[in-house]
Protein backbone atom coordinates (compact mmCIF):
# COMPACT_ATOMS: atom_id res chain seq x y z
CA UNK A 1 0.00 0.00 0.00
CA UNK A 2 1.27 3.68 -0.65
CA UNK A 3 2.54 5.61 2.21
CA UNK A 4 2.59 9.15 3.25
CA UNK A 5 6.39 9.78 4.56
CA UNK A 6 7.21 11.97 7.18
CA UNK A 7 10.59 13.39 8.49
CA UNK A 8 12.15 13.56 10.81
CA UNK A 9 10.20 11.01 13.27
CA UNK A 10 11.06 13.16 16.64
CA UNK A 11 12.23 17.08 16.45
CA UNK A 12 13.55 18.72 19.47
CA UNK A 13 13.79 22.82 19.44
CA UNK A 14 14.26 25.39 22.03
CA UNK A 15 11.27 27.86 22.52
CA UNK A 16 11.12 30.40 20.19
CA UNK A 17 12.91 28.49 17.31
CA UNK A 18 11.77 27.96 13.90
CA UNK A 19 10.88 24.64 12.87
CA UNK A 20 9.50 22.72 9.64
CA UNK A 21 8.17 19.39 9.64
CA UNK A 22 8.20 17.84 6.50
CA UNK A 23 6.31 15.51 4.50
CA UNK A 24 6.14 13.61 1.42
CA UNK A 25 2.43 12.77 0.30
CA UNK A 26 1.63 9.76 -1.75
CA UNK A 27 2.55 11.29 -5.46
CA UNK A 28 -0.96 11.30 -7.68
CA UNK A 29 -2.92 13.03 -4.35
CA UNK A 30 -4.54 16.26 -4.46
CA UNK A 31 -5.51 17.26 -0.94
CA UNK A 32 -2.82 17.83 1.68
CA UNK A 33 -3.48 17.92 5.75
CA UNK A 34 -2.09 18.60 8.87
CA UNK A 35 -3.19 17.34 12.16
CA UNK A 36 -1.92 17.17 15.52
CA UNK A 37 -2.35 15.58 18.94
CA UNK A 38 -0.56 17.02 22.08
CA UNK A 39 0.03 13.64 24.25
CA UNK A 40 -2.94 12.16 26.00
CA UNK A 41 -5.34 14.39 24.01
CA UNK A 42 -7.45 14.16 20.70
CA UNK A 43 -6.63 13.77 16.91
CA UNK A 44 -7.36 17.81 15.80
CA UNK A 45 -7.44 18.96 12.51
CA UNK A 46 -5.05 21.89 11.75
CA UNK A 47 -4.74 22.73 8.02
CA UNK A 48 -6.08 21.29 4.59
CA UNK A 49 -4.49 22.08 0.89
CA UNK A 50 -5.87 22.53 -2.25
CA UNK A 51 -4.47 23.55 -5.76
CA UNK A 52 -1.74 25.06 -3.94
CA UNK A 53 -3.88 27.18 -1.33
CA UNK A 54 -4.74 26.72 1.93
CA UNK A 55 -8.75 25.02 1.76
CA UNK A 56 -9.68 25.18 5.07
CA UNK A 57 -7.65 26.10 8.24
CA UNK A 58 -8.24 25.62 12.25
CA UNK A 59 -8.85 28.30 15.29
CA UNK A 60 -5.21 26.28 16.24
CA UNK A 61 -3.66 27.62 12.94
CA UNK A 62 -2.96 31.45 13.79
CA UNK A 63 -0.16 33.35 12.01
CA UNK A 64 2.83 31.41 13.17
CA UNK A 65 1.76 28.51 11.40
CA UNK A 66 2.09 28.25 7.95
CA UNK A 67 2.27 25.37 5.12
CA UNK A 68 3.67 25.35 1.88
CA UNK A 69 4.20 23.20 -1.22
CA UNK A 70 7.57 23.68 -2.43
CA UNK A 71 8.17 21.29 -5.31
CA UNK A 72 5.70 18.14 -6.42
CA UNK A 73 6.31 15.94 -3.77
CA UNK A 74 6.64 17.71 -0.39
CA UNK A 75 4.66 19.43 2.08
CA UNK A 76 6.08 21.33 4.99
CA UNK A 77 4.33 22.90 8.18
CA UNK A 78 6.50 25.89 9.61
CA UNK A 79 5.56 27.11 13.14
CA UNK A 80 7.48 30.23 13.04
CA UNK A 81 8.43 30.68 16.82
CA UNK A 82 7.49 27.69 18.85
CA UNK A 83 6.09 27.48 22.41
CA UNK A 84 5.79 25.25 25.11
CA UNK A 85 1.97 24.12 23.93
CA UNK A 86 3.03 23.24 20.20
CA UNK A 87 4.64 19.98 21.79
CA UNK A 88 2.70 17.65 20.01
CA UNK A 89 2.36 14.62 17.22
CA UNK A 90 2.02 16.29 14.36
CA UNK A 91 0.29 14.01 11.02
CA UNK A 92 0.73 14.46 7.88
CA UNK A 93 -2.01 13.01 5.38
CA UNK A 94 -3.67 13.16 1.73
CA UNK A 95 -6.26 11.99 -0.12
CA UNK A 96 -7.39 12.23 -3.72
CA UNK A 97 -11.31 12.95 -4.85
CA UNK A 98 -13.01 9.82 -4.15
CA UNK A 99 -9.87 8.23 -2.16
CA UNK A 100 -9.63 7.39 1.53
CA UNK A 101 -7.11 9.60 3.81
CA UNK A 102 -4.08 8.29 4.33
CA UNK A 103 -1.55 9.81 7.30
CA UNK A 104 1.76 9.33 7.39
CA UNK A 105 3.35 8.20 10.98
CA UNK A 106 3.72 11.20 12.94
CA UNK A 107 6.36 13.78 13.69
CA UNK A 108 6.78 14.04 17.33
CA UNK A 109 8.05 17.86 17.92
CA UNK A 110 9.32 18.62 21.37
CA UNK A 111 9.87 21.99 22.52
CA UNK A 112 11.92 22.60 25.39
CA UNK B 1 -21.39 17.56 11.98
CA UNK B 2 -23.12 15.33 14.07
CA UNK B 3 -21.89 14.57 17.95
CA UNK B 4 -20.68 11.07 18.49
CA UNK B 5 -20.37 8.67 21.62
CA UNK B 6 -18.73 5.96 22.28
CA UNK B 7 -17.69 3.48 25.40
CA UNK B 8 -14.23 4.45 26.51
CA UNK B 9 -12.81 0.88 26.44
CA UNK B 10 -13.85 -2.58 25.59
CA UNK B 11 -11.49 -6.04 25.26
CA UNK B 12 -12.29 -8.79 23.37
CA UNK B 13 -10.86 -12.30 23.38
CA UNK B 14 -8.31 -13.58 20.41
CA UNK B 15 -10.15 -14.90 17.67
CA UNK B 16 -13.72 -13.53 18.74
CA UNK B 17 -15.68 -10.24 16.91
CA UNK B 18 -15.08 -7.30 18.36
CA UNK B 19 -18.02 -4.99 17.96
CA UNK B 20 -17.67 -1.08 18.67
CA UNK B 21 -20.91 0.80 19.28
CA UNK B 22 -21.18 4.28 18.57
CA UNK B 23 -24.58 6.27 19.20
CA UNK B 24 -24.62 9.74 16.83
CA UNK B 25 -28.69 10.45 17.74
CA UNK B 26 -28.19 13.60 16.10
CA UNK B 27 -26.92 12.55 12.42
CA UNK B 28 -28.71 14.12 9.33
CA UNK B 29 -29.36 13.22 6.02
CA UNK B 30 -26.54 13.78 4.25
CA UNK B 31 -23.98 12.58 6.70
CA UNK B 32 -22.03 9.56 6.63
CA UNK B 33 -20.17 7.62 9.41
CA UNK B 34 -16.85 7.15 9.00
CA UNK B 35 -14.55 4.62 11.38
CA UNK B 36 -10.87 5.29 11.33
CA UNK B 37 -8.58 3.45 14.01
CA UNK B 38 -5.16 4.51 15.73
CA UNK B 39 -2.50 1.88 16.94
CA UNK B 40 -0.58 3.02 19.56
CA UNK B 41 0.63 6.71 18.41
CA UNK B 42 0.99 6.02 15.07
CA UNK B 43 -1.07 7.80 11.98
CA UNK B 44 -4.94 6.99 12.17
CA UNK B 45 -6.03 4.67 9.71
CA UNK B 46 -9.11 4.43 7.61
CA UNK B 47 -10.77 1.62 7.96
CA UNK B 48 -14.50 1.84 6.64
CA UNK B 49 -17.79 4.00 5.43
CA UNK B 50 -21.16 4.32 5.16
CA UNK B 51 -24.39 6.14 4.63
CA UNK B 52 -27.45 3.79 5.73
CA UNK B 53 -26.90 0.38 3.93
CA UNK B 54 -24.14 -1.94 5.97
CA UNK B 55 -20.91 -2.00 4.37
CA UNK B 56 -18.24 -4.43 4.21
CA UNK B 57 -14.69 -4.76 2.84
CA UNK B 58 -11.51 -6.39 3.87
CA UNK B 59 -10.87 -5.04 7.08
CA UNK B 60 -14.50 -5.18 8.45
CA UNK B 61 -17.93 -4.80 8.47
CA UNK B 62 -20.12 -1.43 9.67
CA UNK B 63 -23.89 -1.83 10.39
CA UNK B 64 -25.90 0.99 10.35
CA UNK B 65 -29.13 1.00 12.54
CA UNK B 66 -32.34 1.44 9.88
CA UNK B 67 -32.67 5.31 11.71
CA UNK B 68 -29.09 5.62 11.73
CA UNK B 69 -29.12 7.00 15.06
CA UNK B 70 -26.62 4.12 15.81
CA UNK B 71 -24.12 1.90 14.29
CA UNK B 72 -21.82 -1.29 14.90
CA UNK B 73 -18.08 -1.86 13.94
CA UNK B 74 -17.77 -5.46 13.94
CA UNK B 75 -14.19 -7.03 13.44
CA UNK B 76 -14.55 -10.30 12.36
CA UNK B 77 -11.77 -12.24 13.99
CA UNK B 78 -10.14 -9.73 16.33
CA UNK B 79 -6.06 -10.51 16.39
CA UNK B 80 -3.79 -8.81 18.83
CA UNK B 81 -2.67 -6.72 16.04
CA UNK B 82 -6.51 -4.90 16.43
CA UNK B 83 -5.43 -3.51 19.34
CA UNK B 84 -6.18 0.09 19.02
CA UNK B 85 -8.29 2.83 19.83
CA UNK B 86 -11.43 3.29 17.64
CA UNK B 87 -12.75 6.78 16.33
CA UNK B 88 -16.52 6.66 14.64
CA UNK B 89 -16.43 10.14 13.18
CA UNK B 90 -19.76 11.49 11.43
CA UNK B 91 -19.77 14.33 8.56
CA UNK B 92 -20.99 15.29 6.06
CA UNK B 93 -20.23 14.54 2.37
CA UNK B 94 -20.31 11.79 -0.17
CA UNK B 95 -17.05 9.97 -1.32
CA UNK B 96 -14.09 11.52 0.04
CA UNK B 97 -12.60 15.20 -0.69
CA UNK B 98 -11.04 17.43 1.53
CA UNK B 99 -11.18 15.58 4.37
CA UNK B 100 -11.30 17.75 7.86
CA UNK B 101 -12.49 15.45 10.40
CA UNK B 102 -13.25 15.81 13.90
CA UNK B 103 -11.74 13.06 16.51
CA UNK B 104 -13.19 12.08 19.62
CA UNK B 105 -12.03 10.08 22.34
CA UNK B 106 -12.95 6.73 20.76
CA UNK B 107 -12.84 3.39 22.32
CA UNK B 108 -9.96 1.52 23.57
CA UNK B 109 -10.24 -1.27 21.67
CA UNK B 110 -7.56 -4.36 23.68
CA UNK B 111 -7.84 -7.42 22.43
CA UNK B 112 -6.96 -10.38 25.29
CA UNK B 113 -4.46 -13.67 24.04
Known amino acids: EPEVTQTPSHQVTQMGQEVILRCVPI?????FYWYRQILGQKVEFLVS????????KSEIFDDQFSVERPDGSNFTLKIRSTKLEDSAMYFC??????????FGSGTQLSVL | DAKTTQPPSMDCAEGRAANLPCNHS???????VYWYRQIHSQGPQYIIH???NNETNEMASLIITEDRKSSTLILPHATLRDTAVYYC??????????????FGTGTRLTIIP
Open chain 2, 26 to 32: TISGNEY
Open chain 2, 50 to 52: GLK
Open chain 1, 93 to 102: ASNSLNEKLF
Open chain 2, 89 to 102: IVRVGSNFGNEKLT
Open chain 1, 49 to 56: FYNNEISE
Open chain 1, 27 to 31: SNHLY
